[in-house]
């Protein structure tokens, strides 16, 4: 079982408009969080990453939020582009030795519309 | 800097070849690793490096051979394809090989691998 699960899927919007994607995961203790962006045919780009005690993060119009508690972060993109269509990819390290051991969860795949 | 480069960019193997994916880094990064990316599943830690000479498994060794041997590249063998291993490959890289949670990782743009 997938210990990072995405929702939704896929997301439809229209250009211009906000949303919000979702990742909860149950990888505990873990290192970091991280939100990548995937491009079709390539590689994920990352977005944000967070610590366990860190509960926001921005890069420009994408804000990643950050509920240890809950086990959940989700990713808010503001004022949508076309360029932001894409994959958007949820990870969660586990600390293993002296570094880490990521767990990808399966993207939520965004299409924005003109 | 050209940061993750990977070659090929395709390749079409038949059952029981074998082959090398490469991968190089011009960011003097410590650690490095490889994933496959299979439709509907999230990307599989294959074998990672934490410096040169030193490798380990991921999830998903069996089946591939990684060597260490300059900072720079990270070659990944196939040592007798199978169709199950028709993937997407990506080689990755970031600065520091411990825990420090604030290090960007940098992918490659993946090689497409067909396995017949």
Redo the contacts between chains.
């Keep these: 079982k997938?210990q990072?699960e995405q929702s939704p899927q896929s997301l439809i919007i229209l250009e211009g408009k906000n949303c919000t994607l979702q990742c909860n995961y149950t990888v505990s203790p873990f290192?970091?969080l991280?939100w990548y962006k995937q491009d079709t045919?390539?590689?994920?780009?990352?977005l944000t990453?967070?610590?366990f005690s860190e509960n926001t993060k921005s890069n420009g119009r994408y804000t990643a939020t950050l509920d240890a508690d809950t086990k959940q972060s989700s990713l808010h993109i503001t004022a949508s582009q076309l360029s932001d269509s894409a994959s958007y990819?949820c990870v969660v390290s586990l600390?293993s030795?002296?570094?880490?051991?990521?767990?990808?969860?399966?993207?939520t795949s965004l299409i924005v519309h003109p | 800097n050209a940061g993750?480069t990977q070659t090929p960019k395709f390749q079409v193997l038949k059952t029981g070849q074998s082959m090398t994916l490469q991968c190089a880094q011009d960011m003097n990064h410590e650690?490095m690793s490889w994933?496959r990316q299979d439709p509907?599943?999230?990307?599989?830690?294959i074998h990672?490096s934490?410096g040169a000479g030193i490798t380990?498994q991921?999830?998903v060794p069996n089946g591939y051979n990684v060597s260490r041997s300059t900072t720079e590249d990270f070659p990944l063998r196939l040592l007798s394809a199978a169709p199950s291993q028709t993937s997407v490959y990506?080689c990755?890289s970031r600065g520091v090989?411990?825990?420090r949670?604030?290090?960007?990782?940098?992918?490659?743009?993946?090689t497409r691998l067909l396995v017949l």
Excluded: H, K
């Design positions: 997938n990072v290192s970091n991280r045919g390539r590689g994920p780009v990352s990453i967070m610590t990819i600390p030795g002296g570094s880490y051991i990521p767990t990808f969860g399966r993207g | 993750v650690y994933y509907g599943m999230g990307l599989r830690l990672y934490v380990d991921g999830e990506f990755a090989a411990g825990i949670a604030g290090e960007t990782q940098y992918f490659g743009p993946g």
